[in-house]
């Protein structure tokens, strides 16, 4: 079964609009971990913010800020301001639990590639 | 600086050949992964580490082996049973499970079958 979904393959924003790229997850472990990496055309992968589950606040980075509903287990990224270099592919990921032996595996969704038109 | 290497970033094979990929991090993390990339999909996981000598299979880990012999260092083999092997291969690394302690990723080596 999917556990991470990413409905939208492309979305486009103009430059120094704010933009919201989904993502739903499916877990039964109360304990789990919501990430999110940029991966730019150069392929390496770049982590931009962390929501856990049992975080009372939404998290934010700089421009970046995490919509966590719990209930809905969606956890959508927002970018603020959007510039010209957040063009990319973007990955929401999870992690379950605490692993037995402290493995911090990660499962990702298929990603969503953003374009930001001047 | 600390962070994670990849060697080589591309990567020629002909078909029923091995290949090792390279992946070394100074970062002083326990753990180690190693994942693959097909064109417009996200990364699965292949093989992970925790400690020295001892590795987890992970989704996709027929075709491939690997090994932990320094912490620093996990390399990833392809051998020829691996029927699809182009794809670009990422390696990562992290602390243990527990808090925010986010993977850090290498530039990737793209590989291809010829």
């Known amino acids: 079964a999917q556990k991470i979904t990413q409905t939208q393959p492309g979305m486009f924003v103009q430059e120094k609009e704010a933009v919201t790229l989904d993502c739903t997850y499916d877990?039964?472990?109360?304990?789990?971990?919501l990430f999110w990496y940029k991966q730019p055309s150069s392929g390496e992968m770049i982590f931009l913010i962390y929501?856990?589950?049992?975080?009372?606040q939404n998290a934010t980075e700089g421009r970046y800020s995490l919509n966590f509903q719990k209930a809905r287990k969606s956890a959508n990224l927002v970018i603020s301001a959007s510039q010209l270099g957040d063009s990319a592919m973007y990955f929401c990921?999870?992690?379950?639990?605490?692993?037995?032996?402290?493995?911090?595996?990660?499962?990702f969704g298929a990603g969503t590639r953003l374009a930001v038109h001047p | 600086d600390g962070g994670i290497t990849q060697s080589p970033k591309y990567l020629f094979r002909k078909e029923g050949q091995n290949v090792t990929l390279s992946c070394e991090q100074n970062?002083?993390?326990?753990?180690m992964y190693w994942y693959r990339q097909d064109p417009g999909q996200g990364l699965r996981l292949i093989y992970y580490?925790?400690?020295?000598?001892?590795?987890q299979k992970g989704d996709i880990a027929e075709g491939y082996s690997v090994s932990r012999e320094k912490k620093e260092s996990f390399p990833l083999t392809v051998t020829s049973a691996q029927k699809n092997p182009t794809a670009f291969y990422l390696c990562?690394?992290?602390?243990?499970?527990?808090?925010?302690?986010?993977?850090?990723f290498g530039p990737g080596t793209r590989l291809t079958v010829l």
């Open positions: 990562a690394s992290s602390m243990l499970a527990g808090g925010r302690n986010e993977q850090f």
């Open positions: 877990t039964s472990d109360p304990s789990y971990g």
């Open positions: 929501q856990g589950s049992y975080d009372q």
């Open positions: 990921a999870m992690r379950e639990g605490q692993e037995s032996g402290g493995y911090n595996k990660l499962i």
């Open positions: 970062l002083n993390h326990d753990a």
């Open positions: 580490s925790q400690i020295v000598n001892d590795f």
